[in-house]
């Protein structure tokens, strides 16, 4: 399996994961389009960094080419599974904890 398709497999599942199974539906909200607007920079930085002086480096058959800031496409979709991943489970470990405590009290 290509980095390429790992990468896009995580898309679909972090967003499954967001709108089905945990119900957070932090894809739409405005809310959380701001927030991934204030780490995409970072991710772009950090990934430039890294690829620019060859501390990541990528094989070209294993990408599809485009780059944004030094760092394939396939890592800005993983990145942002991964930050939509985590920010879906917080929201929803979140609700479960508050729940769990107005119910005891």
């Not at 967003?15 to 780490?39: C, P």
Request: glycine share 4%.
């Amino acid at each position: 399996m290509s980095y390429t398709q790992i990468a896009t497999m995580a898309v679909v599942l972090a967003a499954i994961l967001d709108l089905y199974l945990v119900r957070t539906r932090l894809l739409l909200r405005r809310a959380f389009w701001t927030s991934y607007a204030i780490i995409v920079p970072f991710q772009l930085l950090t990934n430039w960094w890294l690829t620019s002086r060859n501390i990541v480096m990528y094989d070209k058959h294993a990408i599809i080419g485009p780059r944004l800031a030094s760092a394939p496409l396939e890592d800005i979709a993983f990145g942002f599974a991964l930050i939509l991943g985590v920010l879906s489970l917080w929201v929803y470990w979140g609700r479960r904890e508050k729940l769990g405590k107005t119910t005891t009290n």
